[in-house]
């Protein structure tokens, strides 16, 4: 009896020891991190892309832990040098509302810090109480067999371990975050950062030790013109990977169902009987009808974000983008916003025998003088200046410089550009424009080109101030979008004036 007593605390000494030993040994395939999180953490993570564009969760924490590996993975989405190294480990995290953003990055900075000696990971969130949760996820994990790990007992904000790797919370200040140069910065809930914040973040990462540096940055997208959409439009366009999920990543296999019955049918599309996640169908239900349509959409489908405040809600690119050219058969318009810091706006803009409105072409650019601009724009025309119908502008361009002695309508005529303006209210043009966009007919009669790239990032995000702060109901002068919708509100203004007077001449 004591001989079988003594076998069976001999092997399960050699099954602890194994344990332990597997427990050290730093996964090497994606697969191999599944399973060891599932093992030592246990969390199954997700792994399934269920809808077509989108990421897994499991793919966005392969890139965290692999993506900042001074050798080059094939299968890492970070960038790359010419050499095949890689350049940064950057990333964006687009998930829907419960869809464990805080909780992966929390298990990425817990491997960081465990197999990347000398790894330092700061932890940056929208408010405190963010932060405080990810790194509660962190101390969680620590004491699930990690205690040997560390060096000293964790603080209420910062946990440092014996190879020298840390991590640590900072709080929601630009003070906070410089001076900081670490190799790893996860910014949660970047939605709700403050911009002078998140612009002394971009500044914080360095590459050492072996380690390439990374910033990521991890949010759900409420608003249209917030700064995630800002992030992402930006991420699109330099090449940045981006891992988006929504609820069909994240929610429970649904194998009991009858689909024609469900609430969530018209979003599913059975998309849920192919899911591996954790979030139960019963909640998700429940917090569908809590919600608003446009909440739903942007909180837990990830579509585009709720355009309640929105001034025009209805321009929707599916509609009002198309490919569309020079037609020199149809009389050819520009219409110009004045901007030094702010950026000077130039439109091209034609009109077919039907009234209808193309916007051909945009010139938006800052810190440049009118002589510099004037000879841009007249390089991008496509006929010569006799043959422009008109140039319109903002009538603001007529005053007196007291620097220059001049105004930026004299400036502009002195270059060879002539320029004409009418003064009107800015519900008014506002007014005009949503008449283009969807008429009370429901047609519309605006077509914008892709070319025109600031244009349509305006249209979607210009917005009105937060409720309550806004006695005239006018939207939002941000300096960003206000510009180029000026622009598109001076034409209309002008070219409605213009086609009015002529008539009366008849």
Same mark, same amino acid.
């Given at each position: 009896?004591?001989?079988?007593?003594? =076998?069976?605390?001999?092997?399960?000494?050699?099954?602890?020891?194994?344990?332990?030993?597997?427990?050290?040994?730093?996964?090497?395939?994606?697969?191999?991190?599944? &399973?060891?999180?599932?093992?030592?953490?246990? =969390?199954?993570?997700?792994?399934?892309?269920?809808?077509?564009?989108?990421?897994?969760?499991? %793919?966005?924490?392969?890139?965290?832990?692999?993506?900042?590996?001074?050798?080059?993975?094939?299968?890492?989405?970070?960038?790359?040098?010419?050499?095949?190294?890689?350049? *940064?480990?950057?990333?964006?995290?687009?998930? *829907?509302?419960?869809?464990?953003?805080?909780?992966?990055?929390?298990?990425?900075?817990?491997?960081?810090?465990?197999?990347?000696?000398?790894?330092?990971?700061?932890?940056?969130?929208?408010?405190?109480?963010?932060?405080?949760?990810?790194?509660?996820?962190?101390?969680?994990?620590?004491?699930?067999?990690?205690?040997?790990?560390?060096?000293?007992?964790?603080?209420?904000?910062?946990?440092?371990?014996?190879?020298?790797?840390?991590?640590?919370? =900072?709080?929601?200040?630009?003070?906070?975050?410089?001076?900081?140069?670490?190799?790893?910065?996860?910014?949660?809930?970047?939605?709700?950062?403050?911009? %002078?914040?998140?612009?002394?973040?971009?500044?914080?990462?360095?590459?050492?030790?072996?380690?390439?540096?990374?910033?990521?940055?991890?949010?759900?997208?409420?608003?249209?013109?917030?700064?995630?959409?800002?992030?992402?439009?930006?991420?699109?366009?330099?090449?940045?990977?981006?891992?988006?999920?929504?609820?069909?990543?994240?929610?429970?296999?649904?194998?009991?169902? &009858?689909?024609?019955?469900?609430?969530?049918?018209?979003?599913?599309?059975?998309?849920?009987?192919?899911?591996?996640?954790?979030?139960?169908?019963?909640?998700?239900?429940?917090?569908?009808?809590?919600?608003?349509?446009?909440?739903?959409?942007?909180?837990?489908?990830?579509?585009?974000?709720?355009?309640? *405040?929105?001034?025009?809600?209805?321009?929707?690119?599916?509609?009002?983008?198309?490919?569309?050219?020079?037609?020199?058969?149809?009389?050819?318009?520009?219409?110009?916003?004045?901007?030094?810091? &702010?950026?000077?706006?130039?439109?091209?803009?034609?009109?077919?025998?039907?009234?209808?409105?193309?916007?051909? %072409?945009?010139?938006?650019?800052?810190?440049?003088?009118?002589?510099?601009?004037?000879?841009?724009?007249?390089?991008?025309?496509?006929?010569?200046?006799?043959?422009?119908?008109?140039?319109?502008?903002?009538?603001?361009?007529?005053?007196?410089?007291?620097?220059?002695?001049?105004?930026?309508?004299?400036?502009?005529?002195?270059?060879?550009?002539?320029?004409?303006?009418?003064?009107?209210?800015?519900?008014?043009?506002?007014?005009?424009?949503?008449?283009?966009?969807?008429?009370?007919?429901?047609?519309?009669?605006?077509?914008?080109?892709?070319?025109?790239?600031?244009?349509?990032?305006?249209?979607?995000?210009?917005?009105?101030?937060?409720?309550?702060?806004?006695?005239?109901?006018?939207?939002?002068?941000?300096?960003?979008?206000?510009?180029?919708?000026?622009?598109?509100?001076?034409?209309?203004? &002008?070219?409605?004036?213009?086609?009015?007077?002529?008539?009366?001449?008849?």
């Amino acid at each position: 009896m004591s001989e079988t007593i003594q =076998l069976q605390s001999q092997s399960i000494e050699k099954v602890s020891s194994i344990y332990s030993a597997l427990r050290h040994k730093k996964p090497i395939t994606k697969k191999d991190l599944k &399973n060891y999180i599932k093992v030592f953490l246990g =969390l199954n993570i997700p792994d399934k892309k269920i809808c077509l564009e989108h990421s897994s969760p499991m %793919d966005y924490l392969w890139h965290a832990f692999r993506g900042s590996e001074a050798v080059a993975w094939a299968s890492s989405p970070c960038k790359h040098s010419q050499d095949g190294h890689a350049t *940064n480990s950057d990333c964006i995290v687009w998930a *829907n509302r419960a869809g464990g953003k805080t909780e992966l990055a929390a298990i990425a900075t817990l491997l960081d810090c465990i197999f990347k000696p000398q790894c330092q990971v700061r932890i940056l969130a929208g408010s405190c109480e963010q932060a405080s949760k990810m790194y509660d996820y962190i101390l969680d994990f620590l004491y699930r067999g990690y205690e040997n790990y560390l060096d000293g007992t964790p603080t209420k904000t910062k946990c440092r371990f014996k190879n020298g790797s840390s991590a640590e919370l =900072l709080t929601q200040s630009a003070t906070s975050v410089r001076g900081q140069h670490i190799q790893k910065l996860r910014c949660d809930e970047v939605e709700l950062f403050e911009e %002078d914040v998140y612009n002394a973040a971009k500044f914080t990462t360095q590459s050492k030790n072996g380690i390439i540096a990374g910033m990521e940055l991890i949010s759900t997208m409420h608003q249209p013109y917030g700064l995630m959409h800002k992030i992402v439009t930006a991420g699109l366009q330099y090449g940045t990977p981006i891992f988006k999920w929504c609820i069909w990543e994240t929610i429970e296999n649904c194998i009991d169902r &009858n689909c024609s019955q469900c609430p969530l049918w018209q979003d599913c599309r059975g998309k849920a009987k192919n899911a591996s996640g954790y979030l139960s169908i019963d909640d998700c239900i429940t917090q569908m009808r809590r919600a608003s349509r446009a909440g739903w959409e942007a909180e837990m489908l990830c579509k585009r974000p709720s355009r309640e *405040n929105v001034v025009f809600d209805e321009f929707n690119p599916a509609i009002h983008v198309k490919a569309v050219d020079f037609n020199p058969d149809w009389p050819l318009y520009r219409t110009l916003d004045f901007g030094f810091v &702010n950026p000077f706006v130039c439109l091209w803009i034609q009109v077919d025998e039907e009234g209808r409105i193309f916007v051909i %072409d945009e010139y938006i650019r800052s810190r440049a003088t009118i002589d510099v601009h004037a000879s841009e724009i007249k390089s991008k025309t496509p006929i010569r200046e006799e043959k422009m119908a008109c140039t319109f502008c903002d009538p603001a361009g007529q005053g007196v410089n007291d620097v220059t002695g001049t105004s930026t309508v004299r400036e502009l005529r002195s270059h060879g550009i002539e320029v004409r303006f009418r003064k009107s209210g800015i519900l008014e043009g506002i007014e005009l424009i949503r008449r283009a966009i969807r008429a009370g007919d429901g047609k519309s009669s605006i077509v914008i080109s892709p070319r025109c790239r600031c244009l349509i990032e305006a249209m979607e995000s210009y917005h009105y101030p937060q409720a309550g702060s806004n006695v005239n109901e006018l939207p939002l002068k941000d300096g960003v979008y206000d510009h180029p919708i000026d622009a598109l509100r001076y034409f209309f203004i &002008n070219h409605t004036k213009s086609a009015k007077a002529a008539s009366r001449r008849y």
